[in-house]
């Protein structure tokens, strides 16, 4: 079972910078799609970054612009760097890569905290 290890998390300062990486144990054959979402206290999942095999990136209006979203399949590894942060930017972070064959996987998330 391949498993996503996520890093990178942390505290900083509103209009700071982070990047998040995401790691997978072993190769996913056929990815269809990854991407990274977030979570906030008393709040739903959402999607804040996509990239699709298509290479045609996706991103909701509240971060365009300010995040981006890469892979690196040498490395079997993604990120999400995420710039000009808000307060509003705090949740957990989770990346996700779903397969041709529908299979899904899930990182255990990592905290990032934006302070104003």
């Known amino acids: 079972q391949v498993q996503l290890v996520e890093s990178g998390g942390g505290l900083v300062q509103a209009g700071g910078s982070l990047r998040l990486s995401c790691a997978a144990s072993?190769?996913?054959?056929?990815?269809?799609?990854i991407g990274w979402y977030r979570q906030a206290p008393g709040k739903r999942r959402e999607l804040v970054a996509a990239l699709p095999s298509n290479g045609s990136t996706d991103y909701p209006d509240s971060v365009k612009g300010r995040f981006t979203i890469s892979g690196d399949n040498a490395k079997n590894t993604m990120y999400l760097q995420m710039n000009n942060l808000k307060p509003e930017d705090t949740a957990v972070y989770y990346c996700?890569?779903?397969?041709?064959?529908?299979?899904?996987?899930w990182g255990q998330g990592t905290q990032v905290t934006v302070s104003s």
């Open positions: 072993g190769i996913i054959l056929r990815i269809n799609v």
């Open positions: 996700h890569v779903v397969s041709l064959y529908g299979r899904e996987y």
